[in-house]
């Protein structure tokens, strides 16, 4: 096979395990049984005590390391579900339009535009909200004399009317998506009997 170096790490097309390497699937090995691997990578992908890991790049893809990576920290996910905070900016625009509804009322639905009820209340015949055009502002008051801060809101809202349950609902699933980038698997080993590698 060549120049190897223990903790060395190949790909092969094939998953039999060669001769002097072991498979990268996280497998602990006895820190007396192999102590020049040991000395290499120590615990960093695992283990404890007189037991160590070899590194798992099953489902895995190796990167390299960096400060903000140090050697054996996992990262990543095979799914993501989005958040509201990654979602882009965009909108939901509801039309409403001012007309009377056939017999039976109207029927919720992506051609349908909002309409008045045919509940004979006033106070519920409506499904939108209704725009007002504003008076021109009056002139400014006098300054009121110091006192307690008034926490009242203003008054002059707009006259919001109660819409149908059924004019706005929930969609979506909420599922992840899959976050596997195109790829071909092949199988990863670690070199337990080549060279001791020296520090170049």
Known sequence: MGLTFISEIRMFATSRVPHGWVPCD????????HQALFALIGHTYGGQGDTFAV??????MPLGVADAFPAGQPGGAEQHKLAAAELPVHEHRVVGE???PPAGGHQPGRDKVLCNSASPSPAASKLYIEAETPPDPPD??????P?????TAP??????VPMHPQSIGSAGESAPHDNVQPSLTVAFFMNTKGLFPSRG
């Open 55 to 60: 590194p798992d790049l099953r489902d895995r």
């Open 140 to 145: 400014p008051p006098d300054p009121p004399d």
């Open 147 to 151: 006192g307690p801060e008034d926490d």
């Open 98 to 100: 001012d007309v009377s």
């Open 26 to 33: 996280g497998s602990l090995l006895d820190r007396n049984e």
């Open 155 to 160: 008054s002059d809202t707009p006259n919001l």
